[in-house]
């Protein structure tokens, strides 16, 4: 028989304190799950909704396929929180093993020192190469001579349509696909001729408060002219006034209230596509779920080459090693078969609209019968990221002073060139600025 | 009061007359005890107040970084580069806009609001609660009514305009309108407080002198005018403090009705410090700014007690 407690009521919650800390202690410990040889790594990411349903499911894959480790997930906010919460975490160098970030925004933070590098060579011996990734996507993944970043997938910025607003409006291939345009006039040609047919507009192009929009298909037509946008540090800026204005007016032209509203936000823009109101919806590939739930007739493809080169606006979901004062080496090592073992199993990603970065993934033949997924795939080749500085990038303040300076044109008709002088002044404020994780210039010296 | 005053006295003599002091382990003890009932509160307010607002200080003259890099110390550079900033001065004016719009409906909707609940309108209970009741909601959850109300396809406040034929508007989005879309949520949100203060102060107000003046034949406008504001004086230069203090706070709901998208016209000087701490990551600049937005307040402080303090010497 045991025997009862005899305890007083200090010694009870003594006892007790001491046990709570104790699991306490072993709950917020890193590292091996207790009892097996399987390393716990923390992995944080900033994808909610549909893209968190299918990274789920793609850590289960992982998960299940292997005993050496465990990802446990943290999901945050995207944008500001996500990226501040990010910083502080790599500043402290107690970040998580691994973790998600847009390709555009390494560059401001490898020079403070918030990332550890990639070894290029370690991934070689895993089979993740510069053979393996299209090559602007690959070379995203660098800052200097180092490996910050690599990348997922390519969320390029494409045009869906109703296939059947398009076919009733004849401007369909016998296979199916969309009629190739190539200049600014023969577009809105077909746009007139889709407009006939749709109950609403053509086109559905969601802009209004939202810079992030206005800039991704602005720097779409941008680099169809065949040149980029430079932010070299301390500046001026280099971009092309003439080029700029001719990219910014087609933007007017298509927001007349005839061709598409002109007055729409991204999810009224997104709503009417998806009830079968428009013909066409620009639109990032994340969208893709929506219109499949929505049971849509509809195909995707690039948006079309109206300037002479192919070019599209794209950001990456990359994998990023936040920076570890105290980096274990064999926690290291699983980080690397772990960012390893998805890319390779990124096609589960693709369903989600994405285009995988790893080619062998996106040159398979189960991907081109992912449809219409394979119809935009040729887009990982001509993707355009925002232009390099501390400064650019998904989620950050470029992008939306790009749209506090342009919005009056689309919206109220104001004077294009007088726009871009406004965005150009406000870049060459922030070019003038140093980079806040790297003051004092050190990054490389 | 005579007597309070009395006792003292008796004691005061007392002591002089040579009353025993009391010895000095017992007063060591009772200041002991003393410190330790403020100690809980002084050590809050070492932590949260005192050194955050030091270090504040000592940041503002640094380049230091949220990402933990810099910190060197750069003099006034910070400071010198805010007064030259133009976005730190279009977001304090903008700020100053907003106090302005916002704080004249807000005290006289009150006013009004409690004035017709205060003359005993039927279902008393039912205005204070559905007047007030808005105040209570958090601003996340404002916000997301008012952008559905301000949606420029399905909203409400559009399908009101063309209820009268009037052209509709994007409201949130056109920079014409979106300050004025901000005021309009945040007079609903906030108006039940103004609207409570004011009902209390109505109340204090003696019924005899409603009374009186009904026998002197003074009508409801007249009684309003003569009886009722003179009085809500005291009350109504509390509700304009607190009023433009709270405007002067602006944030939340500007920031998540705008999706957090920086707008040249609705950007508040809180959000431009929020900015450029945790997405230009600049902390150095960042606690510039709100030393410059707090040498505002005090000069808005000081002019506002100069203000009250001639109005009780004309009084």
Request: aromatic share 12%.
């Amino acid at each position: 028989m045991t025997p009862p407690l005899d305890l007083s009521r200090r010694q009870f919650l003594t006892a007790a304190s001491v046990a709570a800390g104790t699991a306490l202690l072993a709950g917020c410990a890193p590292g091996a799950v207790p009892g097996s040889g399987t390393q716990t790594l923390q992995f944080w990411h900033l994808l909610s909704g549909g893209d968190g349903v299918t990274m789920s499911q793609l850590l289960d894959d992982v998960n299940g396929a292997q005993s050496a480790f465990r990802i446990r997930p943290t999901v945050l906010a995207w944008g500001t929180p996500y990226y501040t919460k990010l910083a502080m975490a790599g500043a402290g160098g107690r970040a998580p093993d691994v973790a998600i970030m847009h390709a555009t925004r390494t560059v401001g933070w490898a020079p403070g020192g918030l990332l550890d590098r990639w070894d290029v060579d370690k991934l070689a011996s895993l089979g993740i190469d510069s053979s393996t990734f299209p090559k602007p996507i690959w070379e995203k993944g660098f800052v200097g001579e180092g490996m910050y970043s690599i990348a997922l997938d390519a969320h390029p910025f494409v045009m869906m349509f109703n296939t059947d607003i398009c076919d009733a409006a004849g401007v369909l291939d016998s296979d199916g696909k969309l009629q190739e345009t190539s200049s600014p006039e023969e577009f809105l040609d077909q746009l007139r001729e889709v407009g006939g047919q749709a109950e609403g507009h053509a086109l559905s192009y969601g802009y209004l408060g939202d810079g992030a929009q206005m800039w991704r298909l602005f720097y779409t037509f941008y680099s169809q002219h065949g040149g980029a946008i430079e932010l070299p540090p301390g500046g001026p800026a280099v971009i092309d006034k003439d080029v700029a204005v001719e990219s910014l007016s087609l933007m007017r032209t298509l927001l007349d209230g005839e061709i598409a509203l002109a007055q729409a936000d991204y999810g009224s823009a997104v709503a009417e596509f998806a009830t079968g109101k428009s013909g066409m919806l620009f639109t990032g590939v994340w969208e893709l779920r929506t219109m499949q739930a929505a049971s849509l007739p509809f195909d995707a493809t690039m948006i079309p080459t109206l300037f002479g080169t192919p070019a599209v606006y794209a950001d990456s979901h990359s994998f990023v090693l936040p920076h570890q004062t105290n980096a274990d080496p064999v926690r290291r090592d699983l980080t690397y078969q772990f960012v390893a073992d998805m890319l390779k199993g990124s096609f589960g990603w693709a369903e989600a609209g994405h285009i995988p970065a790893f080619l062998p993934v996106t040159e398979s033949p189960d991907y081109d019968d992912l449809i219409p997924q394979a119809h935009y795939a040729e887009a990982a080749q001509h993707v355009v990221y925002d232009p390099t500085a501390w400064f650019t990038g998904s989620g950050s303040n470029f992008q939306s002073e790009f749209g506090a300076a342009v919005q009056g044109v689309l919206l109220s008709g104001d004077d294009p060139a007088a726009a871009i002088d406004r965005f150009e002044a406000r870049v060459n404020t922030l070019l003038r600025q140093p980079n806040p994780a790297d003051p004092e210039g050190t990054f490389g010296s | 009061m005579t007597t309070a005053t009395d006792s003292t006295r008796t004691i005061v003599t007392g002591s002089k007359t040579g009353t025993p002091p009391r010895r000095a382990g017992a007063r060591n003890r009772e200041q002991l005890i003393s410190w330790a009932f403020l100690a809980p509160f002084l050590v809050a307010f070492v932590l949260f107040l005192a050194w955050p607002i030091v270090h504040g200080i000592i940041l503002s003259f640094t380049d230091q970084s949220l990402t933990g890099a810099g910190g060197a110390f750069v003099g006034f550079a910070n400071y010198v580069e805010a007064l030259g900033d133009p976005k730190m001065w279009q977001s304090m004016g903008n700020t100053v806009w907003f106090t302005l719009l916002s704080t004249v409906p807000l005290v006289v909707i009150a006013l009004v609001m409690a004035a017709l609940v205060d003359r005993g309108i039927p279902g008393q209970w039912l205005w204070r609660l559905s007047f007030f009741m808005p105040f209570l909601l958090a601003s996340t959850v404002i916000s997301q009514i008012w952008v559905w109300i301000f949606n420029p396809q399905v909203g409400a406040a559009n399908n009101i305009l063309e209820f009268f034929g009037l052209e509709p508007l994007a409201w949130l989005q056109n920079p014409d309108t979106n300050m004025l879309s901000i005021v309009i949520a945040t007079v609903w949100w906030t108006v039940g407080f103004n609207f409570l203060l004011y009902l209390a102060a109505m109340q204090n107000i003696p019924p005899q002198q409603y009374e009186a003046a009904s026998l002197d034949g003074a009508g409801a406008w007249r009684q309003f005018w003569s009886i009722t504001l003179p009085q809500l004086g005291p009350a109504t230069v509390l509700i304009l403090i607190l009023q433009i203090l709270a405007s002067l706070k602006l944030f939340d709901q500007a920031y998540q009705m705008l999706g957090g998208v920086a707008s040249d016209t609705t950007r508040s000087i809180v959000q431009y410090i929020y900015e450029a701490g945790f997405v230009s990551y600049r902390f150095g600049y960042s606690a510039a700014i709100s030393y410059v937005f707090f040498a505002l307040i005090v000069i808005l402080g000081v002019v506002q007690a100069l203000i009250t303090r001639r109005r009780k010497e004309q009084f």
